[in-house]
């Protein structure tokens, strides 16, 4: 398990030197985080990529970020999209997100939204909030695949369930129901900053098509939901 207390660090670190993938990785992001043993991106670096190469998924992703971005290690992107690949190969999905913005945009690789697009898929599947955003963008916009609203909505819904708020505003732009546009207006609007103001002319349009309770009953649920989003924050 992940030390909770120096002493557990040290237990870890005795596991890791003998072999251990995960326990190898575990000491790598202690290293990284600096709990229990200082601050040491060199170090971090260099039990990520023990365990990377025992094939430990979690330990690749996070290799191909240090090599991404220089982190305890020359910066080498041929280096970072072999591991991303690795990782990805293996199902984990914030490497698989991370593929699909790197074919999304261009620039590290030749665009292809048709590979974006399935990368992100297999990542908002595999739980990666970021990917379920970007999927239902791709199903928004016909990017990589055909235009679907009713797709992207319900990625977008899933999204916004878990607290993500540039989802909860596109919902309150695409729902066809006034009653469910007021609604992801609401629950956008309590992230505060830009998308309160975002949500403002939204919320003010709304409520003149709407009755009453049917307002009052859009501020109950989207009270309840703020407040289970805020339970898993």
Known sequence: MYP????SFESTKLSAERGDAQAQLYVGMAYESGEFAGKNSVESTRWLKLSAEQGNSIAQYLLAVNYDNGIGISQDQVQALSWFRKSA???????Q?????????GEVLPQDL???FKYYESAAKGGSLDAQFNLGNCYLNGE????????AAAWFAIAAGRGD???QFNLSQISKEDSQILFWAL???SNGGEFLEQSKPVICYVVGRLSP????ECKRDAEALIIEIKKCI
Do not use: H
């Not at 997100?97 to 945009?105: D, I, N, R, S, T």
């Not at 990589?144 to 797709?151: I, L, R, T, Y």
């Open 4 to 7: 909770v207390n120096p002493q």
């Open 89 to 95: 190969e293996q199902g984990y999905a914030d490497a």
């Open 97 to 105: 997100y991370c593929l699909g913005v790197f074919y999304e945009e």
């Open 114 to 116: 048709s590979r974006a």
């Open 144 to 151: 990589g695949v055909a235009k679907d609203s009713d797709k």
């Open 165 to 167: 708020a540039p989802s």
């Open 187 to 189: 629950v956008c609007a």
């Open 213 to 216: 309770a049917k307002i009052e």
